[in-house]
């Protein structure tokens, strides 16, 4: 395991970028070779851009709430960030994740910055914080997808096992918060709930999108896959999850009879207004996002 770590570790950044290039150009054409892209630009231009233009203000409301729950796990090891600071911060780390994916990410170059300016807290707690946001992320996101899961199958498929699931798995979520990141255990319940309107947040943005082309039924269908895909995205193996959520959204398509056409538009859509949304963070490549700005 460590033999592999290692190898892993030394592997140029340059060669990942280019194999991340690799599988989302594999993955955006297998896409291509399933549906017709010129179905789904007709879709996009039929589509109700005031239903668009909400949804991208969900997204940018999703990554404000996720910049406080990141700084409450900041505060737990006395990193007292100003509320401006953290969202400079946040949108750098977006911006860095996104559209710099071959260098270095954007959690680990937030690392970098708190620790040249917060030189008492060790680097470790910074990175452990770090971590913890990204794990509060995906802890919501496979809650949800439990609970829309069980509204599709209705107790059949497992559902009932799952659900059964959620609060043991809760409560070894809390003990191993208290276990091995003992420091953070004071902001436990507030990161969670925050995780969760994070995520929720982003669920209306996807309803804002299918409200946009006028998807009435398979709410829960949809919904459903965009949970899974973010959960995918989050894996490195992609540019900022692109390919990787249209491959999911064009599974789920087939598993659950959906047109593969609106699937793929949500799924492109999310990921445009994500890029969007993350752009403001070129600023702070130029500019120390923890300077505070005086009058």
């Known amino acids: ?53 909400g949804a991208v203000l969900f997204v940018a409301a999703s990554k404000v709430v996720s910049t406080f729950r990141l700084n409450i796990y900041f505060k737990n090891i006395y990193i007292d960030l100003p509320v401006s600071n953290s969202l ?22 937030k690392v970098i910055l708190l620790n040249r300016e917060y030189k008492d807290v ?59 990141f003992p420091s953070f255990l004071p902001g436990f319940y507030s990161t969670f ?22 998807i009435a039924g398979h709410f829960t269908e949809f919904q459903l896959l965009f949970l899974l895909s973010s959960i995918v995205a989050i894996l490195p193996f992609t540019i900022g999850g692109l390919g990787a959520r249209e491959v999911v959204f064009l599974w789920g398509a087939t598993q659950f009879s959906l047109d593969p056409h609106q699937a793929v538009y949500i799924s492109i859509l999310f990921y445009l207004f994500h890029l969007l949304v993350s752009l403001p963070g070129l600023r702070w490549v130029y500019k120390n996002p923890l300077t505070i700005t005086v009058g």
């Open 122 to 180: 060790p680097a470790k707690k910074i990175a452990a914080a770090v971590l913890l946001d990204r794990i509060s992320g995906v802890v919501a996101l496979g809650l949800l997808a439990v609970l829309f899961y069980f509204a599709i199958y209705s107790g059949s498929s497992y559902s009932w096992i799952l659900v059964a699931a959620i609060l043991p798995g809760f409560v070894v979520y809390y003990f191993g918060i208290k276990k091995i």
């Open 193 to 214: 709930l925050l995780g969760l309107a994070v995520q929720l947040l982003q669920v209306i943005c996807v309803l804002c999108i299918m409200q946009s082309i006028h």
């Open 1 to 53: 395991m460590n033999s592999l770590k290692s190898f892993l570790n030394n592997i140029p950044s340059w060669v990942k970028f280019l194999l991340k290039i690799a599988v989302t150009g594999l993955c955006l054409w297998y896409v291509t070779k399933k549906i017709d892209w010129s179905l789904t630009w007709t879709l996009l231009q039929q589509s109700n851009k005031s239903w668009l233009m």
């Open 88 to 109: 400079k911060l946040y949108w750098l780390g977006m911006f860095y994740n996104l559209f710099l994916p071959g260098g270095i990410g954007g959690d680990a170059y």
